[in-house]
């Protein structure tokens, strides 16, 4: 069974850096073709990509958002961790990570987890 | 604003037939397959469609893909209810660095 969830502060302040952590389990990231994916999605807007991990450590950014984004794994323990630093009340959205699989045919985010709420507030 | 453009609703009685489109360019609709997630309120999305027109597995053949040239469409046949939700498509753009990009969203609701 694939599962992912997200982790991390619910609340952060205008500037801060805010680290989150998806833990995964039930596949392994280091098959060739395997990655996780941070997509977010403002209260009642929609999805956004933000970043990929693939299983060779290759990432890649959003446009937008590369400056301020930055993904890294501990595959010891599972774990897809996104930090975005200079947060700004814009970027309170839900935060989901994903299983992207690149294995043919196709590439697609295949498993979401639940998502974790981040409000930016002083 | 999204890059690919959705139609923001859509609509129908249960038992009809409601298309969604999804309008890309050539660096992404054009060049790459694409995806279509479902959205029940309050839930996280769910792999709908991938390479075009493929179903993961559990999810009912009502539900169809397709794609022609930078544009895509998803279409529901015997709405049912439990559909009423929001859809989106994406699609991998070719760019400097490469991005996913995903459409606005459509919000299907069942009358």
């Known amino acids: 069974q694939i599962t992912l969830k997200e982790s991390g502060p619910t609340l952060v302040k205008p500037a801060q850096t805010l680290t989150l952590t998806c833990t995964f389990s039930g596949f392994s990231f280091t098959t060739r073709g395997m990655g996780v994916g941070w997509i977010r999605q403002p209260p009642g807007k929609a999805l956004e990509w933000l970043a990929l991990l693939y299983w060779d450590d290759d990432a890649r950014y959003s446009p937008s958002l590369r400056s301020r984004l930055t993904v890294t794994k501990d595959t010891s323990r599972n774990h897809v961790l996104l930090t975005m630093t200079n947060m700004d009340p814009v970027d309170t959205a839900t935060y989901y990570c994903?299983?992207?699989?690149?294995?043919?045919?196709?590439?697609?985010?295949?498993?979401w987890g639940l998502g974790t709420l981040v409000t930016v507030s002083s | 604003q999204s890059v690919l453009t959705q139609p923001p609703s859509a609509s129908g009685t249960p038992g009809q037939r409601v298309t969604i489109s999804c309008s890309g360019s050539t660096s992404d609709i054009g060049s790459n397959t694409v995806n279509w997630y479902q959205q029940l309120p309050g839930t996280a999305p769910k792999l709908l469609i991938y390479?075009?027109?493929q179903r993961p597995s559990g999810v009912p053949d009502r539900f169809s893909g397709s794609k022609s040239g930078t544009s895509a469409s998803l279409a529901i046949s015997g709405l049912q209810s439990e559909d009423e939700a929001d859809y989106y498509c994406a699609a991998w753009q070719d760019s400097l660095n490469g991005a996913w990009v995903f459409g606005g969203g459509t919000k299907v609701s069942v009358l």
């Open positions: 994903a299983r992207f699989n690149s294995i043919w045919p196709g590439r697609y985010f295949d498993f």
């Open positions: 390479k075009n027109n």
